[in-house]
């Protein structure tokens, strides 16, 4: 039981983290002009750090969630409910959105590198391309945590 819990939370804390990484940078970047130099260094700064945070829960979401699933099939013995398995099926279409989108964060960050390097127009419009990919993310993972906490009360 205490394993099942830890499990548990580690998977709704990994999901908070990879939510709240793409959040904090959305906010902090409509905090500041995008024509910056603030703003520049601050995505030059941020996004890496962000990228290289959010591959950790990449990887545990979906084994932790393997493993709440197994701890939940076997305490129920019997099939699970068709509403139960379209939303773990939602929540595992999300994630591989969110994987696909991380990846596209980590070329976008690339890009934006790059991009300052040759020109300032180059450079922002990388930069607004990872801010609108962090945005996907965080919705996507709002509401895959919105149907986790659905899933908890079935």
């Known amino acids: 039981m205490i394993i099942r819990s830890v499990v548990l939370w580690i998977h709704v804390l990994c999901g908070v983290m990879w939510v709240g990484t793409c959040a904090s940078f959305l906010l902090a970047a409509s905090a500041m002009s995008a024509e910056s130099d603030e703003w520049r260094d601050f995505a030059l700064r941020a996004a890496p750090r962000i990228n290289r945070i959010n591959v950790v829960p990449a990887l ?3 084994m932790t969630g393997a493993g709440n699933l197994f701890s939940a099939a076997l305490m129920r013995r019997s099939p699970f409910p068709p509403a139960f398995v379209g939303i773990v099926a939602i929540k595992v279409v999300l994630f591989f959105i969110m994987g696909i989108t991380l990846a596209a964060s980590f070329a976008a960050e690339h890009a934006m590198r790059e991009g300052f390097v040759e020109s300032a127009d180059a450079g922002e419009a990388a930069a607004r391309r ?3 990919l962090y945005g996907t993310v965080a919705a996507l993972g709002t509401v895959a945590l919105g149907l ?3 899933l908890a009360g079935t």
């Open 60 to 62: 545990v979401v979906p």
């Open 130 to 132: 990872l801010v609108r």
């Open 148 to 150: 986790g906490l659905w």
